[in-house]
């Protein structure tokens, strides 16, 4: 059963639609090899192995007795640690939460459920879901099935390094920080973060629950294409509590070939300059991508300034996030806030500067964002996406002293924050366009590099459309890291 391991969703929901693996041998397969890899990389921290055998037993009695299949039917999965599945903890990595077992399950988890998966288990995260890597002191640390020496990225990482590894065959996540879009680049997973407010928050997180926050996104991460369109078809919708009247209706992708896509790539920025090594991965999808036929610009004019777009993403982030912050913190923030001058916008002052925002400030940069927003209008009428870089590196070592701002990464052989690299982060997000990451090929040391495909607002299944047709072209594609094959 270990070439299950590597099977798409699709192609195991397939098998057992067709009778050819049962539900419960595919949890049992699975089940097997998480108990044998995961030690190694931490990435699956709670399971629910008696709800899941029950559940999957349920699955092939539906399917003996000839009832309606969903498209998930008896496929198992996990997700993100910060999902609310009924008995299980969701701690978001707080010590003091370890007790907190929510009774039902979140909207996200109903709807995957509906679809017919079967969640055995949940992945790590970092505390508060803050950080671009993985540890915390309930479940410790993930490592990168690539190098167990670095990190998977953050907040999903326990999510990419599972399904890098074989331990799951799909994933959820979520993304306000590329929460979806680190760790898949940094484990070399598909990701998709969806247009903001199509998938239903309702659940994830800790009470009181803070539904649709700002910025952020529910979203799938998978080993193909394919998957993440399957996820996200399964739990895209409005809120029916929230929303009460509400449709999503994506449009779907008329795409069939990469002829004629419209791309602008931008492969740095001066506000966050990307490894060579990972410009050059970059670069030579971009070439693959015009020799399918799609028309490539090197060097497209930005949609707005690339320094006040990351200031407004940053200001509207710590702004959204200032809720979980303690009031200690906001206290030095309020003390600091005088001393700031107005010419500096390093990370430090811009957190006190966002951690103290009154609602009238607030206003005026929410009014920027509604300009950037225009400006990627008009920049998606002369093209079809953004192919940008995911993040400013490979995968760095892990680094758990300090605080986020003071931990340096090298890149060109310059020190740099590791905050400085979050411009890639909200490069789009802030508008809340959709975007998917796809493992475009390994970097110079060896690690995998993602790349970053933005498009429009309510374009998901046309950017899924594209990552598919590049798969299929052999531009991009999931492989495994050694010693997981």
């Known amino acids: 059963m270990t070439d299950l391991a590597w099977l798409s969703g699709k192609q195991l929901a397939a098998r057992i639609r067709r009778g050819e693996l049962s539900s419960l041998e595919a949890l049992d397969a699975t089940l097997a090899r998480m108990e044998r890899l995961n030690p190694a990389i931490n990435a699956i921290v709670t399971t629910d192995v008696p709800r899941a055998r029950r559940q999957a037993k349920a699955a092939d009695r539906a399917r003996a007795k000839g009832a309606k299949l969903g498209p998930l039917h ?29 009774t039902q399950d979140a909207l996200v988890v109903q709807r995957l459920a509906a679809a017919g998966a079967i969640v055995f288990g949940k992945t790590n995260l970092p505390v508060a879901m803050a950080d671009w890597q993985s540890f915390n002191p309930v479940y410790g640390t993930t490592n990168n099935p690539w190098d167990p020496t670095r990190v998977p990225g953050g907040s999903s990482g326990g999510s990419a390094a599972a399904l890098a590894a074989g331990l799951t065959p799909l ?33 994830h997180g800790l009470p009181p629950y803070v539904h649709d926050r700002d910025i952020a996104a529910c979203g799938p991460l998978a080993r193909t294409a394919a ?29 069939r070939t990469l002829k004629g896509l419209r791309v602008g790539v931008l492969l740095s920025a001066p506000t966050a300059d990307v490894d060579r090594g990972v410009q050059d991965v970059l670069a030579t999808l971009a070439r693959g991508m015009k020799s399918a036929g799609a028309k490539v610009d090197l060097a497209p004019a930005p949609p707005f300034d690339l320094a006040d777009n990351h200031n407004t993403y940053f200001m509207l982030l710590r702004a959204a996030t200032s809720a979980s912050v303690t009031d200690a913190q906001v206290a030095a923030a309020a003390k600091r806030r005088p001393k700031v001058r107005d010419d500096d916008w390093s990370y430090t002052a811009m957190l006190a500067r966002a951690w103290t925002l009154s609602q009238r400030d607030w206003h005026h940069w929410n009014a920027r964002r509604m300009a950037m927003t225009e400006g990627w209008m008009r920049w998606f009428e002369r093209y079809d996406v953004m192919l940008c870089p995911t993040a400013s590196t490979t995968a760095f070592p892990h680094m758990q002293t300090g ?3 003071e931990r340096m990464i090298d890149v060109n052989g310059v020190p740099q924050p590791t905050t400085t690299q979050m411009f890639w982060a909200g490069f789009g997000a802030v508008c809340g366009l959709p975007a998917t990451v796809m493992p475009a090929g390994l970097a110079a040391d060896g690690l995998p590099v993602g790349a970053q495909l933005i498009g429009t607002r309510g374009a998901d299944l046309d950017l899924l459309a594209i990552a598919g047709l590049l798969e299929r072209e052999g531009c991009v594609g999931f492989r495994a890291p050694p010693g997981y094959a």
């Open 74 to 102: 008896g496929v198992p999965m996990t997700v993100k640690e910060s999902f609310d599945v009924a008995g299980m903890a969701t701690t978001v990595g707080f010590m003091e939460q370890r007790g907190n077992r929510p």
């Open 171 to 203: 994933e959820f996540g979520s993304d306000i920080g590329a929460s979806i879009r680190n760790p898949a680049h940094y484990c070399g997973v598909f990701g998709h973060k969806p247009t903001i407010g199509i998938v239903p928050s309702r659940g």
């Open 227 to 255: 998957d993440l369109r399957l996820l996200l078809e399964a739990t895209a919708g409005a809120d029916p509590d929230w929303q009460a009247g509400w449709q999503v209706a994506l449009p779907a992708s008329k795409r």
């Open 403 to 405: 605080e986020r701002w």
